[in-house]
């Protein structure tokens, strides 16, 4: 056994017994390496604390019917209970409270996870699709293909995302739809622009070279050399935007441009926003502490796949 | 033969590397001494700890990962005569022999020089901080001087004017006491250029680091390192990146300043062609160890060490014959908590029993020249005796 | 307009050319396997929001040689000369701006007739001839290895693309390959980063050798890599060669390496070929001064301790205008009259004379050899005229200029008009582009 022996940085080799034991099949090495992978994301006590707390609300998101009863006709359109206007929370009926208008709350936040979870995985796939596609066009064609697209890029870039996506959410009205819509129209760009550089940094490698001296096709040498290379910043940045785009569509929704008594938190928080001056404080803290949480769980695991995953990092180990 | 007085004494010198499977021993236990004027190469191949030997003199190995350096490397001042342990100088004493008594230069000279900083900026910082004296001369202002403009331009001489001294310095009563001042570090610094034959040296002033080719902004960096003529100059592969025809001439230059200034030099380099034909010492270093340290002549006609003597063979030469090289098989062994014994042993084609049980220290072979290897140093027993193991010019019997 | 390459239609039934053609031994033979014929390669430089083409840095720029059936031919260089690009044309990586690059086959003609088509638009038959036959090596064996695939991948890979092999068999021919090249079964399934600089460099040219091709390029194989793994490596490549009749282009900055491996040598200076010849007589008695400042500037670890290096003065001209006549007469130390010195050379050579062209409005060319530089005031312009003469510039380029004269404030300068030094044939099948005989 000679091998294993980086000169530069020695690293620990496992005993030559062990070694003999291991498989040696491609499936199972890629196995293994992933398994190291999952073990150094999941070495991180806050990156788990940011996937327990994501796990957590999926779940609430997914299980809103068994938790609460959905609403009929429209289970996104929070249920109104007259009897009980602005109930403080603990009540049996309303364990946390009713807005000034007799919605219930607890409804609100369990259904809102629901609303968010449609509009973070709309936007994210939406935009992530579109923004890598754009963006390892431009990256690997180059030329004129690449200035004509950046240049679109630069367009959407110079306006600030949130006015923009306001300005286009106005535009076609206030429905929940339309909020969707608005992000995903500004938010591809940011992904464009990280792949665009990826795959330019990805393609000065010799290994993209040597692909090409072996004779393989320009489209199998973006499959297998570039994108699995390029991507991982996009993929850290997607996660991240999981809870960013819940927090700039709770802001939209908050000053109006989602259908009013929509079962979502920036709906709710704007409810109850009329109420904490005579001290109703409920309505507007829950679905906004429910925002929080939403955007600190996929913020601190998009951090923590950072540093696991980071191409630089990932080398040295 | 230059002279015989010890600069730099390096004793039992250990740097070891706390990572996380363990100790990573990069440097263990390295004696060696430099002399007054001579240069002394310091080779091996990467990893072998030559540079991080060479940083420790002047405390730039990075702490953490690096453990506590132990041993001690005593330096001798040339002006004062005194000696201090480099391990043991805390950061002010250290920061006043870095750049003045010790000065290094770098691989990368792109990198060791500050991109935002013009030539002129780059070199007069070094005045400002070691030759304010000469600064302030320049500019005339003595010693007895004592007005509040001579105070003014003094601290602006050391680069230590406030935002209000500043002020004060661009209006008109002062204003031609700074342009003096600007003035006379510009002297400087062009009188320091022109040593490194830089063709006119005023042109490239207002120059950043960027528009200089490699060759010359090696020159400006080596500039820097001798303005203030210092002791030793630590030289850490510094036309690594450069073509040959240039580094020629970059090596040219160092010998020629060192021969006007009587500098001792340690230059560090994987290239022993290049190191034979600009060092009077050679130090050979193999996986954290000294493993042969003469003079060049010696170590290149007699190599003893039989990583040496492998290391000497496996380098194609304009003379060699065509065919095979002789390689040295296998690879470096990991530094990390390594087994006893010598290092080489695993490659060594003359390895014992005692080669993996002990380590071999080094010991004369002849005058001046040593060698760590039980093949000359058999330790308690004479049955191997030189010749028996390693012939004489370099061949196995 | 510097005496132009590509006269000859691109992919004409004989590669051969005026230059190459006078010499014999090079013609017509069927040992040659590689021929590059007036290859040139210019990059735009593009400036601006319009991205509007504003010069050509030329690389390389008008190459001929050949390279024997079973031979290497070292290419060797500063940075800078055009090695490296070359080899990536020769290899298919770049498309050529003009000439070709022919691969033959044992009956001496092109199968693979590359003209100046890129190898991405290599179409059919021929595209998979020139894969399969000519593959390359890269200097930075860390780059040059997908991070991500396993060694089997890597090494397996030129086999699947070329549908050689799949499943089992490909691994068991997988293993054949590293065992070649020292390496072994054990090693199939690890990733590039757990292996020294040493092994990835084996482990791309085992990824070389999956083709069988008849020819590698070799960029720099052991510029990275330590003495004694450089040992190891240059004799892999070797017993390789003899095993398995390879022709290798041998390109590299080390001459002690080059020596060593090659045959033939090509020395390049700014894109063009200097010296041309066989190994040993090349090396023996060098024609070209660059040729002898490289020898005389790179250390030998067999020579005298105290043998001094001497370099070369000043830098490497800007690529994108190069000197006329003979490209190395800037930096030369034996230049001649008749080595092609202009007008730029003027500028270039007195600006580091203190205030000699403070007053300078304006050049006027009429060419590259004959202009008028317009000062602000006569004296500045009989100073320049008496330097011409003086001790700031060489005696040679002195003797160049045909008329000298002052008018005011301007001075007219005409130098001899040279044509491009070309390679010319010194016998001994040696090639070199001087002025100077041997």
Known sequence: MTSFVPVEEPIPRP????????????ARVRARRGAELARSILSNPTTVAGLVLVLALMAMALLAPVITEPNSPDPAQMPRDWGAIA???????????????????????????????????????????VGVIVGSVAGFVGGRVDEVLMRIVDVFLSIPELIFALAIAAVLGPAFRNIILALAVV?????????????????????????????????????????????????????????????????????????????????????????????????????????????????????????VLDPRTEKAR | MRGHDTVISVQDLKVHFQAKAGVVEAVDGVSFDVREGE????????????????????????????????????????????????????????GRIRGNQIAMIFQDPGKALNPALTVRDQLGEVFAIHRSAEVLEGAGVGPDDHDFADHLIRRAARLRSRLLERLLLALPPWRSRRANLHAATDDLVVKALAETQIPNPANILGRYPHELSGGMKQRVMIAQALACNPDVLIADEPTTALDVTVQARIVQLIADLQDRHDTSVLYISHDL?????????????????????????????????PYTRGLLAAIPSMASEKGELEAIEGTVPELIDPDPGCRFVDRCPHASDMCRADDPSLGAVAPDHAVSCFGYHPIGGSELTAPSVIGEDGHSE | MTASQASEPAGAATPATREMAD?????????????????????????????????????????????????????????????????????????????????????????????????????????????RNCQMVFQDSFSSLNPRHLVRDIVGRPLKVHKEASGTELTERVVELLEQVGLGRQHLYRFPHQFSGGQRQRISIARALALDPEMIVLDEPTSALDVSVQAQILNLLHRLQTERGLTYLFITHDLAVVR????????????????????????????????????????????????????????????????????????????????????????????????????????ERRSRFDADLVFDDDTSAHRLADALEGAEVPVSMTAAIETVSVRERAVSIRFREVPEVTLTVRGGGRRAACVLED
Request: charged letters at 20%; proline letters at 6%.
């Open chain 2, 273 to 305: 062609s290049l190191v034979r034909r600009i060092c009077d010492r050679i130090a050979v270093m193999y996986a954290g160890r000294i493993v042969e340290i003469g003079p060049a002549e010696e170590v290149f006609n007699h190599p003893k060490h």
């Open chain 3, 260 to 363: 060593h491996m090659a045959s033939e040598i090509v020395v390049m200076y700014l894109g063009r070929v200097a010296e041309a010849g066989p190994t040993e007589a090349l090396f023996a008695d060098p024609i070209h001064p660059y040729t002898r400042a490289l020898l005389r500037s790179s250390p030998d670890v067999a020579g005298a301790g105290d043998a001094t290096m001497q370099g070369l003065e000043g830098n490497v001209p800007d690529p994108a205008r190069p000197p006329m006549g003979c490209r190395f007469h800037t930096r030369c130390e034996v230049a001649t009259p008749a080595c092609g010195w202009e007008i730029d050379d003027v500028i270039n050579r007195l600006e580091d004379v203190p205030g000699m062209f403070d007053e300078l409005v304006g050049v």
């Open chain 1, 87 to 129: 109930v403080p929370p603990g009540s049996p009926d309303h364990i946390l409270g009713t807005t000034n208008t007799g919605g219930d709350v607890f409804y609100g936040v369990v259904w809102g996870s629901r609303t968010s979870l449609r509009l973070s995985i709309l936007v994210v796939s939406i935009t992530v699709t």
């Open chain 2, 39 to 94: 240069t002394l190469g310091l080779v091996g191949e990467t990893g072998c700890g030559k540079s991080v030997t060479a940083r420790s003199f002047l405390g730039l190995v990075p702490s953490p990962p690096a453990l506590p350096p132990q041993g001690s490397i005593r330096f001798r001042h040339r002006g004062e005569g005194s000696v201090v342990d480099l391990l043991r100088l805390d950061a002010a004493d250290m």
């Open chain 1, 15 to 26: 005993p030559d017994d062990l070694e003999a034991l291991l498989p040696t099949s491609a």
């Open chain 1, 187 to 307: 938010f591809w760009v940011k992904y464009a622009r990280i792949m665009r550089g990826q795959v330019i940094t990805v393609k000065q490698n010799d290994y993209v070279d040597a692909a090409r001296v072996i004779g393989d096709s320009p489209v199998r040498i973006f499959a297998k050399d570039v994108l699995p290379n390029a991507i991982t910043p996009v993929v850290v940045q997607a996660t991240m935007d999981m809870g960013n785009i819940v927090l700039i569509g709770a802001t939209l929704s908050f000053i109006g441009l989602a259908e009013a008594g929509l079962a979502e938190w920036g709906v709710l928080v704007a409810e109850g926003q009329a109420g904490i001056s005579s001290g109703r404080w409920w309505a507007s803290t829950f679905p906004g502490l429910m925002v929080f949480l939403w955007a600190l769980g996929f913020n601190l695991v998009g951090d923590g796949m950072r540093d």
């Open chain 3, 23 to 131: 010499d014999p031994d090079t013609t017509g033979d069927e040992d040659v396997l590689l021929s590059v014929r007036n290859v040139a390669k210019h990059f735009p430089i593009r400036e601006g929001v319009m991205q509007r083409v504003t010069g050509q840095v030329r690389a390389v720029d008008g190459v001929s040689f050949d390279l024997r059936r079973g031979t290497t031919l070292g290419l060797v260089g500063e940075s800078g000369c055009g090695k490296t690009t070359l080899g990536r044309v020769v290899a298919g990586l770049e498309t050529p701006t003009s000439g070709g690059v022919y691969l033959h086959d044992s009956t001496g003609h092109s199968p693979a007739g590359l003209g100046s088509v890129s190898i991405d638009r290599l179409q059919g038959r021929a595209a998979r001839y020139f894969r």
